[in-house]
């Protein structure tokens, strides 16, 4: 093998090198979202809860603690909802199970879609929140100018830590795009077919009209 042989496959072998590492780096990156996410509902970082329904642990109360737990609710430029909670604020027990409802209210007169996403503050305080029944595990549908009411009912483990005293539950709502187009679609389906049906319908009765000797004659008269 000569020079130039030798040197056209060193440039080969750096160019296969070269691209599996750009598609590691690439598949990496598309990994890297979902393992943080992951990660976050482990350990609770950033405030990220599960958002799936969890068990009532029936555990012994700790009545000698009292966790002042807040609600905040925030809104969105794209959903013309209002999110209202009917306490700010309540005092809970570890351990205890507690309730408190949750007014959603459409402004617009048009139907739309919406889904509260919930964080946690102190983000250590996650994992120690079970969120036995939530409006947040799924989207919600409002028809114009409907309001509806929505409970929330959790319940804080025995083991939070010590140096917790207050926790923070903000809910932000965000549209829901994807399911109002599908919406639109299955109405405009739904539509097609009811044309579609008084279509036929129209077409039928004037085969009928057309072969029954009784509406021919009676045409004939007419005319």
Known sequence: MDDQEQASVGVRRTVIRTVA????MFGFAFA???????????????????????SIVHEEVDESRYINV????RGSPGLPWQMSVEMRQMSVHP??????????????PSESWGRAVPSVSPSTATTHLRKISCFCFQEQHLQGDERL???????????LPTD???????YTLYPVEHTIQSASLDNMLNHSSKNSSKNSTKSDLQIYLKNDPKNNKAAGETI
């Open 95 to 108: 351990g205890q199970m507690a309730e408190v409802d949750f007014t959603f209210t459409n402004n617009s």
């Open 70 to 73: 807040q609600f905040i609710t």
């Open 164 to 170: 917790i005293n207050t926790i923070t539950l903000v």
């Open 21 to 24: 590492v750009l598609v590691g």
């Open 149 to 159: 009411t929505i409970p929330l009912v959790f319940q804080l483990s025995r083991d």
């Open 32 to 54: 890297l979202v979902p393992l943080y996410d992951v990660f976050c509902q482990i350990t609770g970082i950033n405030g990220k809860v599960d958002a799936t329904a969890q």
